[in-house]
């Protein structure tokens, strides 16, 4: 076994993680790759897949929210600074598995793992040289230049907190049509051609905005590039793998060993 790798499933409220993350595992296993999940979501509730490690079996969500009063949000929260007091213990559970392979489903509320210390925190705790985002972009909010450029700044800003490698997915995209399916591809391939719809939509505040984001998006040579997944066939998993492992094995296969 190599060291392992972590891939961190982040995105918006029902961008499609857990959906990824359990049809990540299974694919795997269908190669005879070695691969476990961890759920992270102490209030996940109708997870597609049984977790081999569940942050569930330390903190409750209900149980957060009886005991101190609070609503589901301030729950989460407090839930979210707990986690980071348990990662010993998450760390000890995974080990245990000796696996190459470790799908980290993170909470529903994005900011909860970006935005604040904990989500940092784990994943240097865990093991920050072997790690990586794996960052899904619903499609339903970036069918349009000025959502596909707000998904990616929010995509760019998860970078920017998190300071890990990358790897931009767009989940659910068997929900496309095909005009759509190419239209964002795209964009994705080459940030002019969203430039140019941008130029041709009516002059406003937003359209200067969206130029300005553009031009951060080029300056700092960020990746824009979208991987397409879905969850029919194992669409688009063969891509996010050999990705993964380009960043961290120069592209061998596990298979090979
Ligand atoms: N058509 C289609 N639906 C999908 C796909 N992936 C997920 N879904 C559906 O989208 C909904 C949300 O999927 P989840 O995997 O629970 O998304 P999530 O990001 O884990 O959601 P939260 O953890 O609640 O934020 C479910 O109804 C899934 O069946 C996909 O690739 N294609
Ligand atoms: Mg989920």
Redo the contacts with the bound molecule.
Sequence with gaps: MKEEIFVY?I?????????????FQQWMSLRGLDAITVNL?PG?E???YEPDVDIRDWISLKEIMDSYGLGPNGAQIACADMIALNTSDIKKSIEAFKTDYILM?????LELFVFREAGKYIIKFLNPNRSIIAY?LDPSLAKTASGFVSQLLLSISTNFRLGHSQINIL?????LSKQELEQINSWSDDTDNLNDVIMGEEASIYREISEGILHLISEFGTQSKLYP????DF?GIEDIYTQIQLQFEGGEDLMSD
């Design positions: 499933f995105g918006t409220a029902g961008s499609g993680k857990s959906t990824l993350t359990y049809n979501d996940a109708n997870l597609p489903d993170t909470p529903g509320q899904l989940s659910k995209a068997d929900m997944t879905g969850k029919q669409y």
